[in-house]
């Protein structure tokens, strides 16, 4: 199998140019961004979602200009937590005036996501939508200036690796966990991936902390990783617990 750069005319495609525009153009698109932080946890379940959508409120209060990119395309629920108007504009406006972009946006209400194209062959280029949705989120939507951009990331890692290529250099992260041993070894492999791509961990939330999922992944991870655990989110947290996470 030869790679791109080992091919000659008339076999090129003009591939390398493509990317290199797209990056360019998302490049533009989010010149106005300061930061850019992903949530992931690399296995569902966890409260990803959940997380993300209070972390950005919680910015928001504090004065900061914050937007979230729901990537979960098959399962966005980013539009129901931050309560956002149904049909709205592109990026629409949610509680505490955090900025959003969902692919729940363009759904109708109970149907799955579907992309054009042949169904038989639907597990050759479904991928390869995805990743093309969400270079249209990042580099075609009119994000302004923020403080910060929060990606709701779905489990799994295509997602992550797919977003590494499209701005052209890994983004931080924020790793979600619950308490139970057997997220901690799902969580653990995300983070490995991660670190080898280079990402900065910012450190670890470690989600419905309490009898109900009984553990130490937060701590475990944090050990392993060095990096810290900025906060425990009770299995019934009150609105305040958000406000003192110390994502600055």
């Given at each position: ?84 108007p149904p049909e709205a504009a592109a990026p629409a406006i949610g509680l505490d005036g955090v900025k959003c972009v969902s692919m729940g946006h363009f759904l109708t209400d109970g149907a799955p996501l579907s992309f054009t194209g042949p169904p038989a062959e639907g597990f050759v280029w479904r991928g390869a939508m995805e ?24 489990p799994g890692m295509e997602r992550y690796l797919a977003l590494c290529d499209i701005l052209g250099a890994p983004p931080a992260v924020l790793t979600v966990t ?71």
């Amino acid at each position: 199998m030869r790679t791109y750069h080992q091919l000659t005319d008339p076999d090129r495609s003009g591939l390398a140019d493509q990317i290199g525009a797209q990056r360019r153009r998302v490049a533009e698109q989010l010149a106005g961004v300061q930061r850019i932080v992903a949530v992931m946890s690399g296995k569902g379940g966890v409260g990803k979602s959940y997380v993300t959508a209070h972390l950005a409120r919680s910015l928001a209060r504090s004065g900061r200009a914050v937007g979230v990119l729901d990537a979960d395309f098959n399962g966005p629920t980013i539009p129901a937590l931050l309560q956002t108007p149904p049909e709205a504009a592109a990026p629409a406006i949610g509680l505490d005036g955090v900025k959003c972009v969902s692919m729940g946006h363009f759904l109708t209400d109970g149907a799955p996501l579907s992309f054009t194209g042949p169904p038989a062959e639907g597990f050759v280029w479904r991928g390869a939508m995805e990743a093309a949705a969400l270079r249209e989120f990042l580099g075609d939507v009119k994000w302004g200036p923020l403080d910060f951009l929060v990606l709701d990331l779905p489990p799994g890692m295509e997602r992550y690796l797919a977003l590494c290529d499209i701005l052209g250099a890994p983004p931080a992260v924020l790793t979600v966990t619950i308490p139970t041993a057997e997220s901690r070894d799902a969580v653990r492999r995300a983070m490995r991936a991660a670190v080898e791509r280079g990402s900065d961990l910012l450190g670890i939330v470690e989600n419905m902390v309490g009898p109900q999922f009984p553990g130490t992944a937060g701590d475990d991870l944090a050990r392993e990783f060095n990096a810290p655990v900025i906060a425990r989110i009770p299995f019934n947290p009150s609105p305040s617990v958000w406000d003192e996470i110390p994502l600055r």
